[in-house]
């Protein structure tokens, strides 16, 4: 039963261009949404999060937009450095939980951004 | 650096020997988190611990798999009687007392098994 769902395996865009990365859940409890960007043979790195309470959450280049009605989330990430390129996971939990860190995570998806 | 320290990054184990893998939290962190990524899948979470106490073991197998966070010292996942199934990269993560509801993790390197 996956909960959390990147269907996208990889993305490729160009340096400069906008990256949209899409994830879907299904449990209706998350109420905390966080993306994690990984580098090959490297641990995920905290990257941007949003709490089901907003719709969008902006840090620099990265924003974050929440449809809770489509059970949808994305990352868009502009304009797309060559530096960006790394697997990328959408994580999901449920805040009320007395464990905060059971994160569930979705497959990743591979983003590559030619210079 | 006072990051997550995980040891040994790599380690190759015949089937049925044991493997031992270690965590170090960040300064200051208390609670410590196993993950598991299978080869072309997301992270799977396995146990929260703080100091002496196992939290959440909700997602470690029934048999063979065991983890403690003693007063003194790292975390240590134990894996008995290893199988093939078991070759992944295995994520530790830490987290401070209060970290709320963000849930935002702090993760090692990994430790990547082997299973031969």
């Known amino acids: 039963d996956q909960q959390v769902k990147q269907n996208s395996p990889s993305l490729s865009v160009q340096e400069g261009r906008i990256s949209i990365l899409n994830c879907d859940y299904t449990n209706s409890m998350f109420d905390y949404f966080l993306w994690y960007k990984k580098y090959p043979a490297e641990g995920p790195t905290f990257l941007i999060s949003?709490?089901?309470?907003?719709d969008k959450n902006e840090d620099g280049r990265f924003t974050v937009f929440l449809n809770k009605s489509a059970k949808h989330l994305s990352l868009h990430i502009v304009p797309s450095q060559p530096g960006d390129s790394a697997v990328y996971f959408c994580a999901a939990s449920d805040s009320r939980s007395s464990n905060t860190g059971k994160l569930i995570f979705g497959q990743g998806t591979t983003l590559q951004v030619k210079p | 650096n006072a990051g997550v320290m995980q040891n040994p990054r790599h380690l190759v184990r015949r089937r049925g020997q044991e493997a031992r893998l270690r965590c170090s939290p960040m300064?200051?962190?208390?609670?410590v988190y196993w993950y598991r990524q299978l080869p072309e899948e997301g992270l799977k979470f396995m146990v929260y611990?703080?100091?002496?106490?196992?939290?959440?073991e909700s997602g470690m197998p029934k048999e063979r798999f065991s983890a403690e966070f003693p007063k003194e010292g790292p975390s240590i996942l134990r894996i008995q009687q290893v199988v093939r199934g078991d070759s992944a990269a295995y994520f530790c993560?830490?987290?401070?007392?209060?970290?709320?509801?963000?849930?935002?993790?702090?993760f090692g390197e990994g430790s990547r098994l082997t299973v031969l």
């Open positions: 949003i709490s089901s309470i907003k």
């Open positions: 300064k200051g962190h208390s609670h």
């Open positions: 993560a830490s987290s401070p007392p209060a970290s709320g509801i963000t849930g935002e993790l702090f």
């Open positions: 611990l703080q100091k002496e106490n196992i939290i959440d």
